[in-house]
């Protein structure tokens, strides 16, 4: 099965940027789109962006225009760019993995995003 891991997280101020990773190992032959979710503190996990097999994107109405999904496959490594951070971007961010094979789909473990005002 193919595994996830994020990296990158932190805290920042509102206003700044970071950049996660997710770095992708196992099936490398897979298609998939990549996701991005993430989930606050006592909030539902939710979809914030993908890109798919074909380089389409999707974002959520909340991010449009700040938060960018780039794919280095060379490096099997995911980016999520995330500009003029809000503090309700605060979450713990998973990336995800969704493909008709089953042994390609798969979430990572998180990483956790802090935005302070």
């Known amino acids: 099965q193919v595994q996830l891991v994020e990296s990158g997280g932190g805290s920042v101020q509102a206003g700044g940027s970071l950049r996660l990773s997710c770095s992708t190992s196992?099936?490398?032959?897979?298609?998939?789109?990549m996701n991005w979710y993430r989930q606050a503190p006592g909030k539902e996990r939710e979809f914030v962006l993908r890109?798919?097999?074909?380089?389409?994107?999707r974002y959520a109405d909340s991010v449009k225009g700040r938060f960018t999904i780039s794919q280095d496959n060379a490096k099997n490594t995911a980016y999520l760019l995330m500009n003029s951070l809000k503090p309700e971007d605060t979450a713990m961010y998973y990336c995800?993995?969704?493909?008709?094979?089953?042994?390609?789909?798969?979430w990572g473990q998180g990483t956790q995003v802090t935005v302070s005002s």
């Open positions: 890109i798919d097999s074909a380089g389409r994107t």
């Open positions: 196992g099936y490398t032959s897979c298609r998939y789109d």
């Open positions: 995800r993995t969704v493909s008709v094979s089953w042994y390609c789909n798969s």
